[in-house]
């Protein structure tokens, strides 16, 4: 694989809304119960856009994961803080789509004078058909820690899942 990590436009929309819509149609990572249209998902990308980066990876010509950032809160004192979020082709997982996004997103935060990622993430032990722990395991990995967990807030699927919070640090608070 090739991959090039590009800014996102708002023509990716339909690109990006085939790469999420398996996520919401066949799991709990996103508890979103609906897939959005391409005209929604469109103005999501044009609202993050305005603040904060939106990143594509491309493989020879094919998009096939994408990250972006987004206020963590909107008051003032939170705009040192952002939640992040990454979507990888399911076919292509573990192949290093992931990785390369989230690398490239924390240049871009770091530029723009971000100090805390931070990552909400589905949970639910043991695992189902429907979530893994791969996203708190791949979190780890880039050095997030655990900052908080929180039981029985999202309902999919019929059933209950939990929610934790990982952080990671990446510039100084002085």
Known sequence: MEIEIRNAVPED??????????????????FEYDVPSVEEFR??????????PYLVAVDGGRIVGYAYANAF?????????????????V??????????????????????????????ISYIEPADEYLTLDSVRFHERLG????????????KF???YDMVWMEKLIGEHT
């Open 144 to 155: 997030y820690q655990l900052v908080a967990h929180f039981h029985l807030c999202g309902l």
């Open 43 to 52: 103005r999501r990308i044009e609202q993050t856009l305005l603040r904060y």
């Open 73 to 89: 809160k909107e008051r003032a004192a939170y705009q040192w803080a952002v939640e992040t979020s990454i979507y990888v082709d």
């Open 91 to 120: 076919q292509l997982k573990r192949r290093g789509i992931g990785f390369r996004l989230h690398e490239a997103l924390e240049r871009r935060l770091k530029a723009q004078g971000i100090l805390n990622m931070n990552a909400c």
């Open 13 to 30: 929309a339909e690109a990006l809304l085939a790469i999420y819509a398996p996520y919401v149609e066949q799991t709990a990572i996103t």
């Open 158 to 160: 019929g059933r209950w």
